[in-house]
């Protein structure tokens, strides 16, 4: 089967089929902002439970939180974001873009270098000694780096004096550290244990783009891993096992993944690996693994007062734990998910059919169902309001079957359920299956049992 896919036809298929629509869109957009339409929020939070399920539902060592978007400043000068976090920065003189200097190395090296954990004096000599040009112009003339602070600001109050300004969180994970005592305490938690977020976070990326692959504002799916020291490289490893497990079982192809693992690091990290997806604009990274250390902990224990450290009740050791970061995009995701699924069949008569092969347990509708004409209505309704009773189910009668199954095909249903004149006889439909495009007969009464076992995670 063959696989024609660029960034263009997906984001028309997401447009045309209400996946994503660009942001704001009747004032002409908002830069690098998407809103998910129907079928897009349904894929979108399917994802995020299936992802939910995985790390925390079947995971008696983690639990979840949801925490505060806005958190008191103090926060994100711990976590050395408002002082030096910045994204280093380089303007191109001769055609006046903005890039980053470590994505440019990268870029180069085709991800063979990274650049995290490389001084600013560091990557202007690699850029130099390598005679690295600007992607857009093709000229070396660069300023120097400087460091560019990804953080969106607000003010709590209407003055917007210096000192209000408050921070749209650029990460979900400071919602985890700073909450560390309060679950460890309430949960009855003995290190080990994790604390799992979903979350929106914002960041001012200086070269936004690809569609969702960087936005401005996106959703993260992380968790956070505390743990002793002596068993911390045995998480890291086994959430990097976990986290290739996940994006498998969602359907990404083996082929298509790869470990990055990153040779320099950032000066608190003990080891750091992100999981690579084979995008139509190349390997990228979908998520990271992080070995972080006692940094967080440390530095939130210095910068609020309060104590951070464990005690242990067995061994009475008492230790500030490491933290193991696992980190994606629910947004990345979708765009690898949704790369994945895409195909252009040739079917048999010679037309071309777009099928989005969506694992069904993560399929915005799992079933359509379709009078085969409009005065089979009534029934067809009948059998509507009892699926939706339990799935997401779609409704269309109007067109051609043909079309209809086209349709549901490009948004990936699973099963389209077609009432016809027999049906009012004998309560038997046809059931179409996105794939193999056969058709089978079913009783209605059988049909949720049947559509359950095929969705299944
Ligand atoms: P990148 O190198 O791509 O900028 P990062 O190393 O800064 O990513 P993390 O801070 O580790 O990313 O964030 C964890 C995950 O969040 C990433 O692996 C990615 O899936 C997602 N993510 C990060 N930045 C963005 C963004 N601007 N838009 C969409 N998703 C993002």
């Known amino acids: 089967m063959e696989k024609k896919l660029t960034m263009d036809k997906l984001v028309n298929l997401c447009k045309n089929r209400g996946f994503v629509f660009q942001g704001s869109e009747i004032y002409g957009g908002f830069a690098n902002t998407w809103d998910f339409g129907p079928v897009g929020v349904e894929l979108k939070n399917n994802i995020k439970r299936a992802w939910w399920k995985k790390f925390v539902q079947e995971d008696p060592s983690t639990y979840g939180v949801d925490a505060a ?18 994204d280093p920065k380089m303007d191109c003189k001769n055609c006046k873009t903005r890039h980053r200097a470590d994505t440019i190395i990268e870029n ?7 650049a995290e954990g490389m001084s600013d004096e560091e990557m202007e000599k690699y850029i130099e000694e390598h005679d690295i040009k600007c992607p857009n112009c093709g000229k070396r003339d660069w300023t120097p780096i400087r460091k560019f602070n990804p953080m969106f600001t607000t ?60 936005t401005v504002e996106f959703e993260q799916m992380e968790l956070q891993m505390f743990c002793h020291e002596k068993d911390s490289m045995n998480f890291y490893n086994s959430y990097k096992e976990r986290a290739l497990k996940f994006v498998e079982s969602l359907g990404l192809s083996e082929e298509n993944l790869r470990f990055h693992d990153h040779d320099k690091l950032a000066h608190y990290a003990k080891a750091a690996c992100d999981i690579q997806y084979n995008f139509p604009i190349g390997w990228q990274e979908l998520n990271g693994v992080h070995h972080r250390g006692t940094w967080d902990l440390s530095r939130h224990g210095e910068y609020s007062g309060k104590n951070m450290d464990y005690l242990d009740p ?47 347990a993560i399929a915005p509708y799992k ?4 009078p085969l004409q409009k005065n089979l209505g009534e029934k067809a309704r009948e059998v509507y309001g009892a699926l939706s009773k339990e799935f997401m189910c779609d409704y269309d009668e109007a067109g051609s079957i043909g079309k209809r199954y086209r349709r549901q095909d490009e ?6 359920v077609t009432i016809d004149f027999d049906t009012l006889e004998d309560n038997s439909v046809t059931v179409r299956d996105r794939d193999t495009m056969k058709q089978i007969r079913l009783k209605i009464e059988e049909l949720p049992a049947y559509i359950q076992k095929a969705i299944k995670f």
């Open 69 to 86: 978007i806005l958190m008191n400043p103090k926060v994100w000068e711990a976590s050395g974001h408002v002082q030096s976090f910045g």
């Open 108 to 114: 180069f090296s085709k991800g063979a270098i990274s």
């Open 155 to 214: 003010s709590r109050n209407m003055v917007g004096d210096e000192k209000d300004v408050v921070y749209l969180r650029p990460e979900t994970c400071q919602g985890e550290y700073v909450n560390f005592l309060n679950v460890q305490r309430t949960m009855r938690a003995k290190v080990p244990f994790a604390i799992a977020q979903i979350g929106k976070s914002f960041r001012n990326e200086i070269t936004p783009g690809n569609f969702l692959f960087r």
């Open 314 to 360: 067995f061994t009475n050791e008492r230790y500030t734990p490491n933290v193991i970061e696992y980190s994606i995009g629910a947004d990345r995701l979708m765009l690898a998910i949704m790369c994945e699924a895409y195909e252009e069949e040739e079917l048999e008569n010679g037309e071309t059919r777009i099928v989005m092969h969506f694992l069904p």
């Open 367 to 370: 079933v359509a169902v379709l």
């Open 411 to 416: 948004i990936g249903t699973p099963f389209c």
